[in-house]
T-cell receptor, first 116, second 112 residues
């Protein structure tokens, strides 16, 4: 079955713009998590969505938001882009994000966002 | 607050040599522990996980890790490294599969 897909793979924006990234989870998966990866801060959890509801949230400003649709696809939006938002944004999906070996989380290849 | 420390930023080993990547964690309850690998331009691939039970866990590609509660460690090992193992390795901790806290990663270089 197809893995987690993220679009676009690469994106260049300028400061002050906004951007929307998309994540399509593995078929049947209802939990989608987003992570930001930067050389300075490493991998940081942004938020997790389950059944169209944000269930967990990391420590990021309100400029970072997301949503999940009824087909479990998720989008994340960053408004008023700053240079420091340049990063690899990874999404991951699992059946329901909980515990248990059957709930393995699979990562997508990421979207590389460059802010100029 | 939970945290993960990977003290080695870069490690270089010769092909065929053994490997140990260190990971120390801080977590209030019984943690879920993970090791992921990331090749350039790729997402993360799960190598192995520890939830409970046997403290020595086997993973893919010949990797294993040992959970030592007394030392708050979850070190990754491989008896004989292959050139294709060159990548960045991340240790992570969480209450489940989601909302993971990752270490800063260890970049592995393999010399032929």
């Amino acid at each position: 079955k197809a893995g987690v897909t993220q679009t676009p793979r690469y994106l260049i924006k300028t400061r002050g713009q906004q951007v929307t990234l998309s994540c399509s989870p593995i078929s049947g998966h209802r939990s989608v998590s987003w992570y930001q990866q930067t050389p300075g801060q490493g991998l940081q959890f942004l938020f997790e969505y389950f059944s169209e509801t944000q269930r967990n949230k990391g420590n990021f400003p309100g400029r970072f938001s997301g949503r999940q649709f009824s087909n479990s696809r998720s989008e994340m939006n960053v408004s008023t882009l700053e240079l420091g938002d340049s990063a690899l944004y990874l999404c991951a999906s699992s059946l329901d994000g909980g515990r248990g070996s059957s709930n393995e989380q699979f990562f997508g290849p990421g979207t590389r966002l460059t802010v100029l | 607050a939970q945290s993960v420390t990977q003290p080695d930023i870069h490690i270089t080993v010769s092909e065929g040599a053994s490997l140990e990547l260190r990971c120390n964690y801080s977590y209030g309850a019984t943690p879920y522990l993970f090791w992921y690998v990331q090749s350039p331009g790729q997402g993360l691939q799960l190598l192995l996980k520890y939830f409970s039970g046997d403290t020595l866990v086997q993973g893919i590609k010949g990797f294993e890790a040992e959970f030592k509660r007394s030392q708050s460690s979850f070190n990754l090992r491989k008896p004989s490294v292959h050139w294709s193992d060159a990548a960045e390795y991340f240790c992570a901790v969480g209450a489940g599969w989601d909302k993971l806290t990752f270490g800063t990663g260890t970049q592995l270089k393999v010399e032929l």
